[in-house]
């Protein structure tokens, strides 16, 4: 943190929008390196000079997320994405943070424009694909849509990530194709036992014990 003081400290006569560009810039090594609070520190600082700097508040948004603040968090993102509404990254965390605090409904929201301006990012389309096939609300779920986007993210990966192909069971079991949905279930189970993670492999098993009796998997509320 100190050389990159420093170098703050030589660009202290530079205009306050260049003065912002770098912290931002060091914000962001800092959370990628999980150092959040030297982060938010710089962050807050170009925010109290430019309150609708809008790489400031995504970067603080995000902050507020890995460190689990979702309150502070949703704040930070949702103003980020009213400055940058075509910004993948806020419309992908804000989802993330909102459907964290139950929110699925807006989620889905963000998910979508998420998965419109990078059709083929594997988070946001597994992540959403999960909430419309799983989701307790039936207002919430749509079958055709949750096959589709996790369709594409087992696509994307060559059908060998296991949670992709879990999450394409659960859309064919919410689409009543349910011998699909036990065979993609099966084939997630192999490659968990594999290569993991092993600790979703009970639930992994309860589902393909669902779609075998012809039943859906929703989450509980």
């Avoid at 929110?103 to 889905?108: L, P, R, T, Y």
């Avoid at 189970?189 to 993670?197: A, E, R």
């Amino acid at each position: 943190m100190e050389h990159w003081n420093k170098a703050i400290q030589l660009n202290a006569s530079e205009p306050p929008s260049i003065q912002n560009t770098l912290r931002n810039h060091i914000a962001e090594k800092l959370v990628a390196h999980n150092r959040h609070q030297q982060a938010m520190t710089l962050l807050n600082e170009t925010i109290q000079l430019e309150p609708n700097n809008a790489n400031a508040l995504k970067n603080l948004g995000t902050a507020f997320l890995q460190r689990k603040q979702l309150k502070p968090a949703i704040a930070y993102l949702t103003k980020a994405s009213q400055l940058l509404p075509d910004d993948y990254g806020i419309h992908n965390n804000l989802a993330l943070a909102l459907s964290e605090t139950g929110n699925d409904k807006k989620a889905i929201v963000h998910f979508r424009k998420a998965t419109k301006l990078k059709p083929n990012t594997l988070s946001a389309l597994h992540n959403l694909a999960w909430i419309l096939a799983t989701h307790n609300n039936e207002n919430l779920r749509n079958a055709s849509e949750a096959v589709e986007l996790s369709e594409r993210a087992c696509e994307l990966t060559d059908y060998q990530n296991p949670l992709s192909l879990d999450t394409l069971a659960a859309a064919y079991a919410e689409a009543g194709r349910f011998s699909e949905a036990v065979q993609m279930g099966e084939m997630a189970l192999v490659l968990l036992k594999s290569s993991g993670p092993k600790e979703v492999i009970p639930e992994v098993l309860k589902r393909i014990e669902l779609f075998k009796a012809g039943r859906p998997y929703h989450k509980s509320p």
